[in-house]
């Protein structure tokens, strides 16, 4: 394997969880290699989200995703109960909307690829549910545009 790796100081440093937790979860966190007692961790690697929140439709589930990016958790589409193609879809809407954007790490296993853009730290500062509203408006407000852009380049005037 020809990737970064990072220590398992520094993986404990940036994840703020102790040795025997990163242990205990081993095989919840995709990137770290665990073999013969030693660990190997890709760098981009994140420790998983534990949220209890409630997923009732893909407007929390866009707010969850996007607030476990910003807390560079790991999250991955069996956490917000979608197939993988939506989980895509979800991170495309995001992505659109200029709430995050590409970190250029090595770990791509969920959300990994992912950090949140100022705009998106900005907006994790609502209460969930104006979060939640104002993110439908940036997800619709892109779609609208494009869709827009689409329709007057094939439409005639």
Not at 8 to 37: C, M, N, Q, R, W
Not at 93 to 101: G, K, P, S
Not at 104 to 118: E, I, Q, R
């Amino acid at each position: 394997m020809n990737v970064n790796t990072i220590s398992i100081e520094e993986f404990l440093e940036i994840a703020g969880v102790k040795l025997e937790t990163i242990k205990k979860h081993k095989d919840e966190i995709p990137g770290l290699l665990y073999s013969d007692g030693y660990i190997r961790i890709i760098e981009g690697t994140r420790y998983p989200c534990f949220y209890k929140d409630k997923i009732e439709n893909f407007a929390d589930r866009r707010y969850l995703l996007l607030r476990a990016i910003s807390e560079n958790k790991y999250i991955d589409h069996q956490k917000l109960r979608v197939y993988p193609a939506q989980f895509k879809d979800l991170l495309k809407d995001l992505l659109d909307a200029d709430l995050i954007r590409e970190n250029h790490m090595a770990n791509h296993y969920g959300a990994n690829a992912y950090d949140s853009t100022p705009k998106g730290d900005e907006l994790l500062h609502l209460t969930k549910r104006k979060a939640i509203k104002e993110i439908a408006i940036l997800v619709a407000e892109f779609s609208g545009h494009f869709t827009g852009a689409v329709l007057s380049e094939v439409l005639p005037a």
